[in-house]
């Protein structure tokens, strides 16, 4: 017997950072946004104890030990039922890796929701959060998906409404980028600054509300991007040929160093993927639309 996941990329539709707190942490105002890039999750139960396997784009970069967020759920979700974590995790990847779109924190809210349905462990949706906000900011949005605003560390979720479905294109550079390098160089960069606290864009909420995608594109924005653009400088060709190629905007997802761009219809969305692909600036290209469900056992 085995339990397939499907979990869903993110993309921040604004990402607004904090002062570092006293636990090296930052408050947030993080809006997430589903989109539909998918890794999939299957979990088989092994005689021999726990082990993780991966294939697809990058495969090689993903760590198959106990760092990795698939095995930590597994061990945690045993731990707080009695079992033990025999299980075999195989991922299929295809959200970018160390790319600012959740990735790995897909992978660990994948093997949470495969193993609970594997094991019976009857966990309500409640527990299951709590335990993915042990195990990162971004895992709880992973199981939960579609449009959500996260507080805290940004694994406090407050879900919200999106009218309607926004097309994105996303650009994969030709190296990752390390999230806490990235929050270390926006401490450096703000040092000596005063940091209000981080609150949601009442605009965003509305153009998200509304399905516009021109508002939405006038109000997105990323904390984070002049650290992500400072550690790695050639990201701002790719944000400027993306925007001449057509898109309405284009922004550092999350911690980057993924670049992604709102267009106005799914077709535009195909014009600057083309564009982008053929600019010289990204390794990849991949076209998107969202917001599109969380987990999902297969």
Same mark, same amino acid.
């Given at each position: ?108 809210? #994948? ?40 507080? #805290? ?22 190296? #990752? ?122």
């Amino acid at each position: 017997m085995s339990v397939t996941v499907r979990v869903p990329a993110k993309v921040n539709v604004q990402l607004t950072v904090g002062a570092a707190r006293p636990d090296g942490f930052h408050d947030l105002a993080n809006v997430f946004l589903a989109v539909g890039l998918y890794d999939e999750v299957t979990v088989t139960p092994s005689p021999g104890g726990l082990r993780v396997t991966c294939e697809g784009p990058d495969a090689a970069q993903v760590p198959l030990d106990r760092t990795n967020l698939a095995a930590r759920a597994v061990e945690t979700l045993a731990a707080r039922y009695g079992r033990t974590p025999d299980v075999h995790v195989h991922i299929v990847k295809d959200i970018p890796v160390a790319g600012g779109m959740a990735g790995g924190s897909a992978d660990g809210a #994948g093997a949470l929701l495969a193993c609970d349905a594997l094991w019976g462990t009857g966990a309500t949706r409640e527990e299951l959060l709590e335990i993915c906000a042990e195990l990162g900011s971004d895992v709880p949005f992973s199981l939960v998906g579609g449009v959500a605003l996260g507080t #805290g560390r940004g694994e406090r979720l407050t879900v919200l409404e999106a009218g309607g479905t926004f097309h994105w294109v996303f650009a994969m550079a030709g190296r #990752g980028l390390s999230t806490p390098a990235v929050f270390r160089e926006f401490d450096r960069l703000a040092e000596g600054r005063d940091i209000p606290e981080p609150v949601a864009s009442r605009d965003l909420l509305d153009a998200l509300a509304e399905g516009d995608a021109e508002a939405l594109a006038a109000t997105v924005s990323n904390d984070l991007q002049p650290a992500a653009l400072s550690l790695f400088p050639e990201l701002a060709d790719t944000l400027a040929a993306g925007r001449a190629a057509g898109a309405l905007t284009g922004l550092v997802s999350g911690s980057g160093p993924t670049t992604a761009f709102l267009t106005r219809d799914a077709g535009t969305a195909e014009k600057v993927a083309q564009a982008l692909g053929a600019s010289g600036t990204c390794r990849s290209v991949r076209v998107a639309s969202g917001p599109v469900v969380g987990a999902m056992v297969l």
